[in-house]
């Protein structure tokens, strides 16, 4: 029981540590810029970051809130896992690509592989289905 009760308020931990994270996307940005944004110049000069900054934020909001009740939110935290792998995979593998990248290979790709990892196996260990 004991664990049980351990892996449940990691997993509560984690979707709020993680959600507060993704709300940060932009002054990560700005703090670290070759190891969270794709483009020169401040984070606002492009849309496309900003667009992402925007899915992101809101997929933190939406990890706070699924902290109250993870196992009503299975398919959000899935969400998260699948997600994160396949933008870590693509980030991956765009980094060896011209422009001088290989700083996500440091930042945003480990970040999000570590995400998934957590959250799966958080997941798993609560027994919450896929």
Request: net charge neutral; proline share 4%; no cysteine.
């Amino acid at each position: 029981m004991g664990e049980h009760m351990d892996s449940d308020k990691l997993l509560r931990l984690a979707l709020v540590v993680f959600g507060v994270i993704f709300l940060l996307v932009y002054p990560l940005a700005m703090i670290w810029p070759s190891g969270w944004a794709w483009h020169q110049g401040a984070p606002y000069e492009s849309q496309y970051f900003m667009m992402i900054v925007g899915v992101y934020a809101t997929l933190g909001v939406f990890l706070i809130r699924a902290a109250k009740d993870p196992k009503a939110n299975a398919s959000l935290i899935w969400f998260t896992v699948w997600s994160s792998i396949v933008h870590a995979g693509i980030m991956a593998v765009q980094s060896f690509g011209s422009g001088g990248h290989m700083g996500h290979l440091l930042g945003d790709v480990p970040a999000l592989l570590i995400v998934a990892l957590v959250f799966g196996l958080l997941a798993k260990a609560q027994k919450i289905a896929a």
